[in-house]
């Protein structure tokens, strides 16, 4: 007797920027595949739970300690997150930023290692398809119904509870140092998905984000605003394997990362060496078994024109490597 | 609160039961559609377990029709609907395999059913969108010539007369979800041929020599293109 086994629910990824954003992503067993960094279009089920850790662990490029005293050497931005499908088409979001950051100091003699919670945010993701028309994710839909074009709008906010005031090695002001931004920021994006319909392997994924932060004053009176990041990504999720006996699955993964960074402000001027435009490619993978998810990938600066290119070392397109590890478990 | 949301379903679709139109005659055969690695095409039965096999028009009305009762049963008639009854029997899970026997008659039972199968094929568009029987039913709500391949298409299960929700749907050789709240599920043509959609459910088995008796009902048409 053949015994058939499915399993059509959720799991969802999440991808963080150096700043802390989240975003979405999904798979069943045959649905749709998720990305690691860009955001998928899919919704929690409806009273469902999402449990949530991801890891983006930055090596950054160094340079000549002659040319630079004190450079970047590696960040690890940890993300937490608990989500709640409240309708099948209204996601609901908590995540609480961890942050490492450390620093190699006075000709990489000495070190300086920056830690802690940094701001929470709270996101909202609306889910709707094309399905004859647009409307809301349904509270049911079958393998088939995933194949149609799915979209989301999200937005979000955070809470200014981390230590904006953080100082730097020798207690100067280091706001880029700090693990929190003083300010609330906020995150409005869009998705769009399409699992291929003669290909159902193959999901096609397409993010666009903006993030904008706003002027805070520091303690030492001195004024910052952090740069806005723009951000378009595409990702192709291949799946290669697939056991329904085993609730296992297996995808590949590539992404194209566009970020675009405006230039920071301090006091009203703008920080020359801030700022630019990144092109990330993304190689992976994500292991689904059962209720959990487990993604890992390496990022890679493709391309760069940042905007004082020599003088921004630690900033992003500056990097070795970013090795990401996402694991999710829904319930 | 709902805390399922991991829905792991398991079925067991055994064999399958189809109608193929040859000739003048509709063929009802059981097997396998699209037989997998190892697997049977086509499964003899023994056609005193046929319990029906009629035809109907485009609104569900009975029209004569001659029975051949021989293996495989056919049955003659010009048919917008066919359908058929079939009953394989009890079927009893054990550490040995599978036995076509009622629980009491195997060593070891490990689970049991009475497996009663039934089976409609429609031949062009059917008139009534709501179900025609009292029993287990899968309604397509799109006239299947206007099918194509790619195309989406609805059906909608019903039992007693009332949708059933939450009841696993199956559709050629794979389960594709399960229907909502209004007994719906949208399914996909595939490939062109035949699309057998199944679908079952578990209920009390009346005379307690199974665990319970499995109904599953078929809905098969065509496409053409």
Redesign the interface.
Known sequence: ??????????FAGFSLAHHGVASLGAVGL?GPGAPLESSSSAT?????WLLYTKLDSVRWRKYSFSDFPDQKDRSDFWMLGIGY?LRSWLSLYVFAPYNVKKELRDGGERSFTSRGFADPSIMAVLGFKY?GGLRLI????????M?DWHFTLYGGVSLPTGDANRKGYMGEFAPDMASGFGKPTITAGFTATKQM??LPELTFVFDASYLKFFEHRYNTGDRYRFGDEFRANTALVYRVFRSQEK?LRLDLLTELNYLHLQKDRENGISVEDSGGDVVYGVFGGRLYY??ASLGAGVKLPLWKDLNQQSQQQGAEGKEKYRLIITLSL?? | MLWILFLLLSLCWSHELWIEKRGGEYVLLYGHLRPGSGEEAQVRYDPSRVHSFECFDSEGRRLPSQIVSEYPVRLRGKCQMVQANLSSGYWTKTPEGLKNLPREEVKNPIESWYSVETVRRIEGRILAKTPLTDGLEITLLEDPSSLRTGQKFTVAVYYGGKALRDVPVYHNGRVVGTTGDDGRINLRVREKGMQLIGVSVREKDQKGRADYTLRTFYLLFEVGR
Do not use: C, H, T, Y
Request: no cysteine.
């Open positions: 007797m053949k015994r058939v086994f499915i399993a059509l629910l959720s045959e929690l089920p409806e009273g469902s499908g399905d349904p509270r049911r839909e079958s393998l088939e119904d194949m319909v003669n609730s059962r209720r829904i319930f």
